[in-house]
């Protein structure tokens, strides 16, 4: 990638190099920052990225996956027998809350 090193002088006399991005012309603090600006960005994976992902799918669905095993690590576990809390149904990927007990809802069923 072609890049355009900007020489300047400092008021106290010292020459200084800022470098800019030959795509687009924006401006960089250093020359290995200019020459990637541009170019697709890459996953830790390797695989190219679209604009504005910071993950491809794989990566995302594994770093999900972790993320959502570290919650249910972290979790308090509780016996079915030892829940006294509010209950809850589950309707297709919904789960919407009730007033009364697990237990009341679960022991009306045959």
């Known amino acids: ?3 355009i090193d900007l020489k300047g ?3 106290e006399g010292k020459e200084c190099h800022v470098w800019a991005c030959g795509v687009c012309q924006m401006a960089k603090r250093s020359r290995d920052e200019a020459e990637q600006c541009c ?3 890459k996953c830790k994976c390797g695989k190219e990225l679209t604009r504005y992902q910071t993950f491809c799918d794989a990566c995302r669905k594994l770093e999900y996956q972790r993320q959502d095993q570290e919650r249910y690590d972290k979790a308090k576990k509780v016996k079915y027998a030892d829940y006294t809390g509010p ?3 589950v309707d297709g990927d919904e789960c919407y809350d009730h007033k009364c007990p697990v237990r009341d809802i679960l022991e009306d069923k045959p």
Do not use: K, Q, R
Request: glycine residues 8%.
């Open 39 to 41: 170019l697709p960005a």
């Open 9 to 11: 002088i400092t008021a």
């Open 1 to 3: 990638m072609n890049i």
């Open 87 to 89: 209950g809850f149904f």
